[in-house]
């Protein structure tokens, strides 16, 4: 639980992302994250039919109420993305205390197409603007990173499960096995209404993209000039788009 940043162990999580970029994209990715995933994976035969399970549910529903409402009162990007980060950790435990270990790994897999494209290009934004990430001051950037901003958005419709990308066929999956469960009536609210302020934070992000206001100095000088990162942002985007059909 430690690892996966459930509550009350959830600070850390948040806390990570000041450090650099590549580094706070490493530790959600690979070297704490996803371990703590696989151990409950792993281990979810042990949980089984057991009173752990049901605090598993309970937890996992908190962690992920609290983590969707957290980001939609921040304005950093980084942490944004950490808090999304949160939610969908606590989504995976939900499943795996329901007791669907593969699907929980299905949706580990989709959300790693994803949310590694949303880290690459928060990145590259981050850096072209001389290490900004106050969303409020990000509005012009449509213009200047188009091509960026482009793939960011088309992460973000793939965490909210927008239909036929890579995060809709582990969602709608998640959704319907949880809402076919038998469940209590709290529990049942908490998805219903952490899957809205998912929706509701990530088009709050959209807006404050795509507007035109902006407060960062210098911003002529943001170009899209960086090959490397921009051919590893239009590979992400291919998987983010179709390996969610391929793994279903």
């Known amino acids: 639980m430690t690892k996966r940043a459930q509550i009350p162990f959830s600070a850390w999580l948040p806390a990570a992302i000041a450090a650099p970029t590549p580094v706070s994209a490493l530790v959600h990715s690979s070297i ?62 939900s499943i795996l205390s329901l007791g669907f270990a593969d699907l929980a790994f299905f949706h580990l897999l989709t959300h790693a197409l994803f949310k590694a494209l949303l880290f690459m290009c928060a990145g590259m934004v981050i850096h072209r603007v001389r290490e900004y990430q106050d969303i409020r001051n990000m509005g012009r950037l ?79 000088l943001v170009r899209e000039n960086h090959r490397k990162m921009l051919k590893g942002i239009m590979t992400l985007r291919v998987g983010a788009v179709t390996r969610g059909c391929i793994l279903a």
């Open 32 to 93: 704490l994250v996803t371990a703590g995933v696989y151990i409950l994976i792993r281990f979810s035969g042990a949980l089984r039919g057991s009173c752990v399970q049901r605090v598993l549910l309970i937890v996992s529903c908190l962690t992920i109420f609290i983590a969707g409402l957290g980001a939609n009162f921040e304005f950093d990007l980084k942490k944004i993305i950490a808090l999304s980060t949160l939610r969908q950790l606590g989504v995976i435990m």
């Open 142 to 220: 449509v213009i200047c990173m188009p091509l960026t901003r482009v793939c960011m958005n088309l992460a973000n419709l793939a965490l909210c499960g927008i239909p036929f990308l890579a995060g809709f066929y582990s969602k709608d999956l998640i959704l319907e096995v949880a809402f076919i469960r038998e469940v209590n009536i709290f529990r049942f609210f908490l998805y219903v209404l952490s899957t809205g302020l998912t929706v509701c934070y990530t088009f709050r992000l959209i807006y404050y993209r795509i507007r035109r206001f902006s407060n960062i100095r210098s911003v002529a």
